[in-house]
């Protein structure tokens, strides 16, 4: 039986995370430059949103551009905002015809202006479908967004249309970029790195997490699926003991 026959479709995670990493030292491997592995990671980029649609997976968040990933030389980030641009123009197409939806999370309005433009216009074009959305999260750091939230429920305070007592965990949640998709339940991180750097820290709070050794260009369907098995065979009790779990 293949790792994809194995998986129980009625146990599938909503919503998967993956923090994408080890582009450079691929490429490094191979004696390239840096943006060789960005580029070679669009391939792991695809099979990846295509094995998600496949399997029904509703949301699917990678982590493609982090706030402190603007410190990093300036030709790397200007080859990665281009190499953004050109995949999402090129990929739109694709997505449409498989039905996968185009959202974005972060600082979006830091992005060079044709990046802003092109994602914009994807998002509009697959606003209606309905299989599998792709949320990619750009210039995001999960601090920003959390700073972002507080200002907004502060300004709502002040302006006596909230009342401090009426702030929740939901309160949270709607003014986090994530409002109204479901937490992830799965976060996937290649590359060796046991770190969360910044991703999702509110949301990734009851997470499976899933850490491998591939490096981002070298991660294929086999291993999406490899990661979900394993999150299939892993005992999520909320705080809740095993007793209480299998009573219920
Ligand atoms: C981390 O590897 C990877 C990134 C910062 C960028 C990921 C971008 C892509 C795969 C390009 C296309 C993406 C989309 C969604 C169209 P790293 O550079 O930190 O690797 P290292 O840790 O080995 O240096």
């Known amino acids: 039986m293949s790792l994809k026959e194995n998986i129980n479709l009625s146990k599938l995670p909503q919503h998967i995370a993956i923090i994408m990493d080890g582009n450079g030292r691929w490429a490094k491997q191979q004696g390239e430059q ?56 090129a990929e739109t197409k694709t997505l449409n ?24 216009e994807a998002m509009e074009k697959t606003k209606s479908n309905s299989r599998t959305t792709l949320v990619l999260a750009l210039s995001y750091s999960s601090r920003w967004e959390i700073i972002d939230a507080v200002k907004r429920i502060a300004e709502k305070v002040t302006t006596n249309t909230l009342s401090p007592q009426n702030i929740t965990e939901q309160t949270i949640n709607e003014h986090l970029c994530t409002a109204g998709m479901p937490e992830p339940e799965l976060m996937i991180r290649t590359s060796g790195e046991h770190r969360i750097s910044n991703f999702l820290l509110w949301q990734l709070a009851y997470a499976e997490l899933y850490f491998t050794d591939k490096l981002w260009p070298d991660f294929r369907k086999e291993d999406f699926y490899e990661a979900i098995l394993d999150y299939q065979n892993r005992e999520r009790r909320f705080g809740k003991t095993s007793e209480q779990l299998i009573s219920k």
């Not at 551009?65 to 080859?79: C, D, G, L, Y």
């Not at 905002?81 to 123009?89: E, F």
């Open 34 to 89: 840096r943006i060789f592995g960005h580029e070679n990671g669009v391939r792991s980029v695809r099979d990846t949103v295509e094995a998600a649609a496949e399997l029904g997976v509703k949301y699917l968040t990678l982590y493609a551009f982090s706030t402190e990933n603007w410190n990093r030389p300036q030709e790397e980030v200007i080859a990665l905002m281009q190499l953004l641009v050109h995949t999402i123009s």
């Open 97 to 120: 015809e498989n039905n996968i939806r185009l959202q974005a999370i972060g600082d979006l309005k830091s992005l060079p202006q044709d990046c802003f433009n092109e994602l914009q």
